[in-house]
Nanobody, 121 residues
Framework: QVQLVESGGGLVQPGGSLRVSCGAS????????MAWYRQAPGKQRELVAC???????NYADSVKGRFTISRDNAKHTVNLQMTSLKPEDTAVYYC???????????????WGQGTQVTVSS
């Protein structure tokens, strides 16, 4: 089983910066895709950014140029650096990982518990 623990959320003023992090632990043979999703009140969960094991990234149009996703394969961590934050970035941010627990087994998806990011003056 893989456990995900997120940290770094909080309250920030518009235009400010914040970094959220996620660490994976447990039985891990390999981690494929790592991503951050977010869900604002009354809205569906949406993909914010993702990164593959070879470092390829993809971003939602709404965060391109402002957010940067990165990962440390040795430490099984993924980070999301957020700059120029806007009130519409307010949401619960969820870490999502596609991992293979054991060699030869199919990959599985895992979700973190979520961390609140609030952008407000």
């Amino acid at each position: 089983q893989v456990q995900l623990v997120e940290s770094g959320g909080g309250l920030v003023q518009p235009g400010g910066s914040l970094r959220v992090s996620c660490g994976a632990s447990g039985v891990i043979f390999s981690i494929n895709r790592m991503a951050w999703y977010r869900q604002a009140p009354g809205k569906q969960r949406e993909l914010v950014a993702c990164i593959t094991s070879d470092g390829s990234t993809n971003y939602a149009d709404s965060v391109k140029g402002r957010f940067t996703i990165s990962r440390d394969n040795a430490k099984h961590t993924v980070n999301l650096q957020m700059t120029s934050l806007k009130p519409e970035d307010t949401a619960v941010y969820y870490c999502h990982v596609v991992a293979t627990p054991y060699f030869g087994n199919p990959s599985r998806t895992y979700w973190g518990q979520g961390t609140q990011v609030t952008v407000s003056s």
